[in-house]
C-alpha cells in the first residue's frame, strides 16, 4: 500500500477514443503530478498541481488535459491519442517547500494505443 | 540543476552490501542529493536524502564525500527484492518536485 492509487491499472485504447486515468491519495499532501515513462526513456514531468492549482505543464500536447478537484484526486483526460503514447503513466503526490522532494508514486497506468 | 552520472548497471551478491556511486561535481551549495528506486513495472520509490552529512534509514545509508562532488547509496544486505532501477537526484530546496530529473538511473541485479 503506497498511499497513492491508480485506475485502472491497464487500458487499452483506440485513437478515437477518450478515456480518463484517475489518481487517488490519502497521505494528506498538497501537491500532485503526472509523469510519463516511455519504454527505455526516463521519466518525464508532464503535470505540477499544488493546492489544486497547476504550477507546471511540460510542453504536453492537448490531446492530455489534466484535472485536479480537490488535493487528494487527479486525473489525466486522454481523447485522440497517438500509438506513441503508448506508455506507463505515473501520479505522485508530496508535501510542499522542503518536503516537496520526497515523492510518494503510485502503481502506474500501463495504457496502449493502438 | 546539477546533472548527475551513475553506471549504466552493477550486479551484487544475495546477503552482500550493495555499493551505489554518483558523480554530481556540479553540484550548487544549497543542493540535496536524492535517490529513489523503481523496481520493474512499478512507480518509483523514495529511498533517503541528504545534504552534506551522511544519512542512514532503515532502507539504506547514503555516504557523500567532503566536496560533494559524489555520493554512494549503500544497501547494506541486498535481497533478491532489491533489484531495481537506482536513480540518484540532485536538487535545490526550493520549488517543487519538477526540479527531481530522472535519468537513466543503475540497473542493479541482486544475485543469488
Known amino acids: 500500500e503506497t498511499g497513492v492509487t491508480q485506475t485502472p491499472r491497464h487500458l487499452v485504447m483506440g485513437m478515437t477514443n477518450k478515456k480518463s486515468l484517475k489518481c487517488e491519495q490519502h497521505l494528506g499532501h498538497n501537491a500532485m503530478y503526472w509523469y510519463k515513462q516511455s519504454a527505455k526513456k526516463p521519466l518525464e514531468l508532464m503535470f505540477v498541481y499544488s493546492l489544486e492549482e497547476r504550477v507546471e505543464n511540460n510542453s504536453v500536447p492537448s490531446r492530455f488535459s489534466p484535472e485536479c478537484p480537490n488535493s487528494s484526486h487527479l486525473f489525466l483526460h486522454l481523447h485522440t491519442l497517438q500509438p506513441e503514447d503508448s506508455a506507463l503513466y505515473l501520479c505522485a503526490s508530496s508535501s510542499s517547500g522542503n518536503l516537496a522532494g520526497e515523492l510518494f508514486f503510485g502503481e502506474g497506468s500501463r495504457l496502449t494505443v493502438l | 540543476d546539477a546533472k548527475t552520472t551513475q553506471p549504466t548497471s552493477m550486479d551484487c551478491a544475495e546477503g552482500r552490501a550493495a555499493n551505489l556511486p554518483c558523480n554530481h561535481s556540479?553540484?550548487?551549495?544549497?543542493?540535496?542529493v536524492y535517490w529513489y528506486r523503481q523496481i520493474h513495472s512499478q512507480g518509483p520509490q523514495y529511498i533517503i536524502h541528504?545534504?552534506?552529512n551522511n544519512e542512514t534509514n532503515e532502507m539504506a545509508s547514503l555516504i557523500i564525500t567532503e566536496d560533494r562532488k559524489s555520493s554512494t547509496l549503500i544497501l547494506p544486505h541486498a535481497t533478491l527484492r532489491d533489484t531495481a532501477v537506482y536513480y540518484c537526484i540532485v536538487r535545490a530546496p526550493s520549488g517543487s518536485a519538477r526540479q527531481l530529473t530522472f535519468g537513466s538511473g543503475t540497473q542493479l541485479t541482486v544475485l543469488p
Open positions: 556540479t553540484i550548487s551549495g544549497n543542493e540535496y
Open positions: 541528504g545534504l552534506k
